[in-house]
């Protein structure tokens, strides 16, 4: 089996059900249910022998040593994460401990049952980091795409940690030879994805007539990749992968994020139409994100040298997907509106309003 980490997540549950479409070989899914797991995403597995659920922090050093001992997963894929960079402005704490200690946690565990393995059993294992094209910095409008070589220069405290777990990952491979691989993917988007992120939040708020609140100008790029295909390049690399070797993963797909709120509302129209008039009515303008990175950019052309992986959506399909799954799912929305996401709302952008 597999063991995997955050798969009540976004990615994490998108890719534990594209696992289980595609495969028997069972998946151990160890996730802390934080306000971004949540089961309701893996609802289709209910009953389902080949998924195994451990509520449980990848900080807590004992619960893992017990998982790998008693499950002997053949690899790792770590997707468990604190992920938002507007979170972590207002609270860093978290992110320095899921994003850098639970990641040494899971190291030195991982490291310790693969001590203990011999012959193929040893060769064969994988720990799989599942990073962000963040930790590369920022980029100018005439910069080349972030390259596997391009020095980190994380921004955020949230691209920080990132930047510190991978450091940590290569760290683990070049001084202990743990067999890691690591991916840096651009900005996801599909089904599942929590409503505090931009495509999500635009879709649930324009169907409920909201404001649609654009940071600063509305001019930083993003490079999107529909989530399915994020999950296809893990199992590329999971597969063929060479140890020690990162892998960046995007789609070829740089937009400001004034054109994504755009595409939303257009299609919204063509799908839902408000009475009230078009939904970019509801764009409101409102102040930046502190640090905010202008561009990112991503250069996939080595995963697909030597994997042979490249984005099967096109945006126009993946958008299209993706916003008739939350038309077709809001009441999966309508609960993870909880208590606590009114409160974060109320925090994050209440303060934005002048
Ligand atoms: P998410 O916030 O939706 O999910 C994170 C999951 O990790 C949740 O299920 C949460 O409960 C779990 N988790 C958090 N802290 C934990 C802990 N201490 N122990 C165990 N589980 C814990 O995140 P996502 O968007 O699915 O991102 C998954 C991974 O992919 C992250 O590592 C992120 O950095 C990376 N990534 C995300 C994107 C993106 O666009 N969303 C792009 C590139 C890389
Ligand atoms: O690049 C990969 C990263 O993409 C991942 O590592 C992160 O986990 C993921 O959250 C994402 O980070 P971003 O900060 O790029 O994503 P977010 O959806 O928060 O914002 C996308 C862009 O939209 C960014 O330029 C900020 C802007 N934005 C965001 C929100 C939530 C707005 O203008 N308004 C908003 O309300």
Not at 178 to 183: A, D, Q, S, Y
Request: charged content about 25%; overall charge negative; hydrophobic content about 40%.
């Amino acid at each position: 089996m597999i063991l995997v980490t955050g798969g009540a997540g976004f990615i994490g549950a998108n890719f534990v059900l594209d696992w289980l479409r595609a495969s028997d070989e069972p998946v151990l899914n160890l996730d802390a249910l934080t306000y971004a797991g949540n089961l309701e995403n893996l609802a289709a597995l209910q009953g389902d022998g080949r998924h195994v659920f451990v509520h449980g922090d990848i900080c807590d050093r004992a619960l893992i040593d017990r998982l790998f001992a008693e499950h002997r997963p053949r690899a790792v894929v770590h997707f468990a994460a604190e992920s938002h960079v507007d979170r972590s402005i207002h609270g860093p704490g978290d992110f320095v401990r899921t994003n850098v200690e639970g990641t040494f946690t899971l190291l030195e565990a991982a490291r310790g049952y693969w001590s203990t393995l011999e012959g193929e059993e040893k060769a064969a294992f994988r720990f799989l980091h599942v990073s962000t094209d963040e930790v590369y910095g920022s980029l100018g409008p005439n910069d080349p795409p972030f390259a596997e070589t391009k020095a980190f220069e994380p921004n955020s405290p949230y691209s920080a940690s990132k930047a510190a777990s991978d450091h940590h990952v290569r760290a683990w491979h070049h001084t202990y030879g743990l067999p890691v691989l690591t991916t840096n993917c651009s900005n996801n988007y599909g089904p599942y994805q929590f409503p505090e992120k931009l495509i999500p939040l635009m879709i649930a708020n324009a169907l409920a007539g909201k404001a649609l609140p654009v940071y600063g100008d509305g001019r930083n790029v993003r490079d999107w990749l529909y989530v399915g295909d994020h999950c296809a390049a893990i199992r590329e690399v999971l597969a063929r992968g060479r140890l020690g070797e990162t892998y960046n993963v995007g789609g070829w797909n740089e937009k400001p994020n004034l054109e994504i709120v755009h595409t939303v509302c257009a299609l919204l129209d063509e799908l839902r139409p408000d009475a009230a008039g078009p939904h970019a009515r509801l764009i409101t303008y409102v102040a930046d994100r502190p640090g905010h990175d202008r561009r990112y950019a991503i250069d996939a052309r080595k995963i697909e040298r030597e994997l042979g992986w490249r984005p099967a959506e096109t945006f126009e399909t993946g958008i299209r997907k993706t916003i008739a799954w939350y038309l077709a799912n809001q009441d999966w929305v309508a609960h993870v509106q909880s208590g606590s996401y009114r409160e974060w709302v109320e925090r994050n952008y209440g303060e934005r309003r002048a």
